[in-house]
């Protein structure tokens, strides 16, 4: 139960980039009529209108199919998130509570090529971080939005990595001491993109955000100016006006 209970609240979601059936051929002369299905173990694995699987060695295929696969279909991601957090010293300008803190959240997002394949078109990297009130764990806040273009090393295991500027998250109490205001982290959401925009990966530790992207972009632009502008609502992830009991918030 408690292994099962770990999978669920950490994963990884492939997918598959083209739906499309096409022609493909072997370097033998031999053609199938098939889609991309995935790719495992330097093999391609194909799926006729039938709903036959093939599965072939990538070297086996000709070589304007290698060029397609070089150009049209991303390999096998690995995506590694890591974060560092410290507490920074009280500033004078602060509350006069004793557990008013400053915590300052760095993170880095690497992106590992699992394929020996070739790809040379570029990818886009999403980096979403999300916290909650902690007090009102009901409403969320989506922190920051960071991305990256870039192109995958030519070789399996290499890796293309970025870091995000640190960001400061202030919790505080009322003046009032009759509540803790300020964000928590708890959690991230990574995608990957192709040109055209379509979804090679994702990755999240926040199991209710699979496949939000588009959504989450949309509150980012809608609210790009301030945190204090991106509180959201769970079931929805749209934009809902800042939780208040006393007091006010903090400026940015």
Do not use: C
Request: no cysteine; aromatic share 12%.
């Amino acid at each position: 139960m408690k292994k099962t209970t770990l999978l669920l609240l950490f994963f990884s979601l492939t997918f598959s980039v083209f739906s499309e059936m096409r022609v493909w051929k072997d370097k033998a002369g031999k053609t199938y009529e098939a889609e991309y299905v995935r790719e495992l173990f330097d093999k391609l694995t194909l799926k006729t209108a039938g709903g036959k699987e093939i599965r072939l060695p990538v070297k086996d295929f000709s070589e304007h199919d290698q060029k397609y696969l070089r150009v049209m279909v991303p390999p096998n991601l690995e995506i590694d998130f890591s974060k560092k957090t410290s507490i920074k010293p009280k500033p004078i300008e602060m509350f006069d509570q004793d557990n008013d803190t400053v915590t300052i959240l760095s993170t880095t997002v690497k992106i590992i090529k699992d394929s020996k394949r070739p790809f040379t078109s570029g990818l886009k990297a999403e980096l979403f971080l999300i916290a909650e009130e902690v007090a009102e764990t009901q409403y969320k806040i989506l922190l920051t939005k960071t991305d990256r273009s870039f192109l995958l090393p030519e070789e399996k295991g290499d890796s293309y990595e970025f870091k995000t500027k640190p960001i400061e998250l202030q919790v505080y109490t009322e003046y009032d001491e009759s509540s803790r205001r300020g964000p928590v982290f708890v959690g991230y959401f990574i995608v990957v993109t192709d040109k055209q925009g379509n979804v090679v990966q994702e990755k999240t530790d926040v199991l209710w955000l699979e496949g939000k992207g588009q959504e989450l972009r949309l509150l980012y632009q809608n609210g790009a100016g301030s945190r204090y502008s991106r509180y959201f609502d769970k079931k929805t992830i749209k934009k809902v006006k800042v939780p208040r009991v006393t007091g006010s918030f903090p400026r940015n």
